[in-house]
C-alpha cells in the first residue's frame, strides 16, 4: 500500500489534547506511522503527499448505536455512513446476519463501507427489544436459563457485544418508558454468560429501576439514560461504567418528525429537558461519555452539536466522539485517536470546527474520508487522492 503523507491542516487527534498547527501525520499499510508538527515528523520521499492547508484533520467518528435494518438496508446505510464521515458504526439491534455483512466490509468484497460492530440482541418477550411485528434480531428469552442460551446462541452467531433492555423506550405503544423490562436476577444471568464470554453487554437503560438494575449487575454501556437521575449518575461514576447518552433521539429535530405516532412525540418531548440536565450533571461529574444516536448517516454529527449545547467544548465533544466510543468498545488500543500504530481513520475537514462544531453537519465540509489508510470518499478538490484500485 502506498505511503500517504497528510500535512499543513490543524490536526486535531482525538485525545483531547490541543490541535497541532500545521501537522503531518505519516500514514503505511493502513496505520499512522508518525504524527506531530512538520518540524518533527520526517516526510518520506516516496509518499504520496495530500495538502491539508487551511483544512481540520481528525479522527473518523463513530456511531456507537445506530439502527440499521435488515435485507440489503444495512450496506447502503453504512456506506452513507462513511461518505459522512463515520467511519466506524455500532449496530445495536444487528443481529446474526449482521455477522456476514462486517465480514465481507473487512475483507473488501463490497466497496468502501463503515466499520461495522455486529451488536445481537437477548430481550425479554414483549419487552423493547421486541419489535412489535415480531422481527427481533436476536432473541427473546425469559427467566436466567433461557436469557443464558439465548446469550450462547448470539455469541456462537459470531456477534461483537451483546445488546439488551433494562427499561422500556418511547417506540412501542404497549410500553412505558418506566417500565422494568428485565428483573436483577435474569440482567446478572446475561452479564454473567456474556463476560464469560468475553463479549460486553450493552444495555438500553431510560429510567428507574432499570438504571441501578444495570449498574448494579455490572454492565459495560448505558445508552440513553432519557430520565436519568443523581442516583443512576453516581452510579455510573462509580462504577466506571461507559455512558452514550443519544440525545439526538429526545432532540426537537426527532421529536417533531412528521408521522411519529402521539405516544412516541409525548415522551420524548417529555424527557428533551430531563434528558439534557442529565448530561449536564455527568459532565461535571467527569463521567466519560461517548457518541450513540439512535439514528443514522450524519446523526453522530448532531449529536456532537447536542453536547455542546449541554456544556462540552467542541474539543471534548470531538474526543467523545472518537476516543471515548472507542475506549467504551474496547477498542481504543486500534482506534479512535490519531497516534502512532493506530488505524488511519481520518476526516479532512474545510472549516475550523473548534470555533463551530456544527460545521461537521454539513456534508459538503467532509471534504476527504480516509478508512484505514485508504481515501474513500473525497470532494472535487480532493479527487485527485482517489484511487479506486488502491
Known sequence: MLKKVIFGGTVIDGTGVEPIQEGVIVIEEGKVQAIGRADEVEIPA?????????KTVMPGIIDGHQHLGFGLNPLARLRE???RG????????????????????????????SRYWVGCVVGATGGHMHREDGNVAGVDADGPWEIRKGVRQMCM?????????ASGGFQWEHERVETEDYTV?????????????SKQVVVHAHSQPGLNHAIQVGVDQIHHGALIDDEALDGIKAR????????????ERSYSREGLPPHMVERMSHANPIHR????????????????TDGGPGDAMFELMELVACGLSPLEAIVAGTRNTANAYGKLDELGTLEP??????????????????????????????????????????????????
Open 157 to 165: 452467531a459470531g456477534c461483537d457485544f451483546i445488546k439488551t433492555a
Open 81 to 83: 455512513n462513511l461518505s
Open 185 to 197: 436476577e435474569e440482567l446478572q444471568a446475561l452479564v454473567d454468560e456474556a463476560h464469560a464470554r
Open 46 to 54: 516516496d509518499a504520496e503527499k495530500i495538502d491539508a492547508t487551511g
Open 240 to 251: 466506571g461504567i461507559a455512558y452514550l447518552p443519544t440525545l439526538y433521539i429526545t432532540s
Open 277 to 292: 440536565e442529565g448530561v449536564r450533571k455527568a459532565h461535571e461529574m467527569g463521567i466519560e461519555m461517548g457518541v450513540g
Open 86 to 113: 463515520q467511519t466506524t458504526v455500532a449496530g445495536a439491534n444487528s443481529g446474526p446476519e449482521g455477522v456476514a455483512l462486517r465480514k465481507a466490509i473487512a475483507a473488501g468484497l463490497v466497496g468502501h463501507a
Open 341 to 390: 500504530g493506530k488505524v488511519a481513520d481520518i476526516l479532512i475537514v474545510a472549516k475550523d470546527l473548534l470555533q463551530d462544531i456544527s460545521v461537521l453537519y454539513e456534508e459538503e465540509n467532509i471534504q476527504l474520508v480516509m478508512k484505514e489508510g485508504v481515501v474513500a470518499v473525497t470532494d472535487d478538490e480532493f479527487r485527485q487522492y482517489y484511487h479506486p484500485r488502491g
